[in-house]
């Protein structure tokens, strides 16, 4: 819902004009789908690389004209992350990453690691989108019993291992559950003061966007709304 509305994902995708754009957490992957189609709008031209420790992308297809511009990459995002300039992406994936969007697992632990190695990989105009980053749950999330801890909105996996095999750090995730995602940004704006956050809602699970030598302006129908108020 943070595509089109909310933080307007949409609108950062217009404006930083962007050449390479990874996605943290793949899920169902409605958000592969929804990033891809709008790659086919005119003037579009990112590409885009999904990094989960799921599996499920192997048995969806894509239609013939987003194939070239996607690349999926299997692992966990704290381990992958840095390893990333030997992974031999194919060219056009090798870039800089100028739009990351985190939605992997929910909570303090796991974005503080993201964040560290993160910043290596992105351009120096930049934006990364997080989501789940609410200082309360949403309805959906209550439902998750046993694997949220309300007074952060902190959430992990009940399982003992990600998706694609690898040991989740279960112990190490709940000694931070009382830690709310929100710290891990906070801290690492101190340790980058060249990254700063321009976008907060607690909405809908919750966003934040922080960025690097980049700001963007909420859209109507494509126009800037200070450059609607001019017309």
């Not at 995708?13 to 958000?31: M, P, S, Y």
């Not at 070239?68 to 031999?88: A, C, D, E, H």
């Not at 690097?212 to 494509?222: L, N, P, T, W």
Request: hydrophobic letters at 35%.
């Amino acid at each position: 819902n943070q595509f089109w509305s909310g933080i307007k994902v949409k609108d950062i995708i217009d404006q930083l004009r962007h050449k390479l754009i990874l996605e943290v957490g793949f899920g169902a992957g409605t958000n592969v789908m929804q990033l891809l189609s709008y790659r086919l709008r005119p003037g579009m031209e990112y590409k885009l690389i999904s990094l989960s420790d799921s599996g499920d992308f192997l048995t969806m297809s894509l239609p013939n004209e987003m194939v070239p511009n996607f690349v999926y990459v299997k692992g966990i995002s704290y381990y992958r992350i840095p390893q990333w300039k030997m992974l031999g992406l194919p060219e056009g994936f090798n870039v800089p990453i100028d739009l990351c969007i985190i939605d992997s697992d929910h909570n303090y632990y796991t974005l503080k690691r993201e964040l560290e190695y993160l910043d290596n990989t992105m351009a120096p105009r930049c934006v990364i989108a997080m989501h789940d980053t609410a200082s309360k749950p949403c309805k959906h999330h209550l439902e998750c019993v046993g694997a949220i801890y309300e007074e952060s909105n902190s959430m992990w996996m009940t399982d003992e291992t990600y998706l694609d095999g690898t040991p989740y750090p279960k112990e190490d995730v709940l000694a931070t559950k009382k830690v709310p995602m929100m710290r891990a940004i906070d801290e690492f704006l101190i340790v980058h003061p060249d990254y700063r956050k321009i976008r907060h809602l607690d909405e809908c699970c919750g966003c934040t966007v922080i960025s690097r030598d980049f700001d963007y302006a909420e859209q109507i129908e494509g126009i800037p709304m200070e450059a609607e108020a001019a017309v």
